[in-house]
């Protein structure tokens, strides 16, 4: 009995984690809203509306994560501090390192898709994002 219930935990972690190879990972660049927000006690809090939107920019694994704020014009404000991140592959998983003035920290790659994003930190508190769509009023 013991061992069907290591082997049930077993897939129950590999099931949680979608397939990311290095091609995914540029898929990270761009605009991304959070959606929904899961604490480690599986509490969830979903996010309507955003005031701010994380950019990311990536050149091979290194780049930088932005918050910024969009506008009714299409454009964006922002207030110019710039996280530096890299891409860290470790025994297949996918880890974002940021790095700031004030301190380090990383995020695992849970999944990335064309419009969802999944990130995970190191309390086990898990962030789904989805792309900006901009506001279109025409």
């Known amino acids: 009995m013991k061992k069907v219930s290591i082997l ?6 590999i099931s949680c984690h979608s397939s990311i ?9 761009g605009y991304w809203e959070i959606q929904k927000v899961t604490l480690a006690t599986g509490e969830k ?5 955003n005031e701010t939107i994380d950019y990311f920019e990536l050149n091979g694994n290194e780049g930088f ?5 969009p506008q ?3 454009k964006f ?9 890299k891409i860290v592959e470790n025994s297949n998983t996918f880890s974002i390192e ?11 790659i849970i999944s990335i898709q064309d419009s969802i994003l999944v990130l995970k930190n190191e309390d086990n508190v898990s962030y789904t994002y989805k792309k900006f769509k901009p506001f279109n009023f025409k």
Do not use: C, H, P, S
Not at 8 to 13: E, P, Y
Not at 21 to 29: F, G, R, S, T, V
């Open 21 to 29: 190879n290095k091609e995914d990972i540029k898929k990270i660049n």
């Open 98 to 108: 940021y790095k700031t003035n004030y301190g380090k920290w990383k995020e695992e």
């Open 45 to 49: 809090k979903d996010f309507k509306v």
């Open 8 to 13: 049930i935990v077993f897939f129950a972690l």
């Open 65 to 69: 994560r932005q918050k910024v704020m």
């Open 72 to 74: 009714f014009d299409g």
């Open 77 to 85: 404000k922002t207030n110019d501090i710039k996280e530096q991140i």
